[in-house]
């Protein structure tokens, strides 16, 4: 029904920059929230930013200064603005947005994007 397409992903040095896209297709009648996760190997999946009904804006304390999060309401997008990487943030980098696709009083549902690799040597 939904379909996120990530994109951006890449491998770069330490203080480098990089931009991830998450692009949203499919009957979607509204989005409540979209987010960011990444997973580095051997470790949990964490949230790295999130926005919610575009009012509260969330970022992990480690990529806070450095990460932007923001979207395109118009066109289901998300991006991931991410300057001055570093080693660790090296993960498999995670889209998740909320949306409905059905009437108003319907069912929010979570979709995941595949993931896109983020790379930073040192």
């Known amino acids: 029904q939904v379909e996120l397409v990530e994109s951006g992903g890449g491998l770069v040095q330490a203080g480098a920059s990089l931009k991830l896209s998450c692009a949203a297709f499919?009957?979607?009648?509204?989005?409540?929230?979209v987010g960011w996760y990444r997973q580095a190997p051997g470790n949990q999946r964490e949230l790295v930013a999130s926005?919610?009904?575009?009012?509260?804006?969330t970022y992990a304390e480690s990529v806070k200064g450095r990460f932007t999060i923001s979207r395109d309401s118009a066109k289901n997008v998300v991006y991931l603005q991410m300057n001055n990487l570093k080693p660790e943030d090296t993960a498999i980098y995670y889209c998740?947005?909320?949306?409905?696709?059905?009437?108003?009083?319907?069912?929010?549902?979570?979709?995941w994007g595949q993931g896109t690799q983020v790379t930073v040597s040192s």
């Open positions: 926005i919610i009904r575009d009012e509260h804006i």
């Open positions: 499919g009957s979607i009648k509204g989005i409540s929230s």
């Open positions: 998740k947005q909320r949306a409905r696709t059905g009437p108003a009083w319907g069912n929010w549902d979570d979709y």
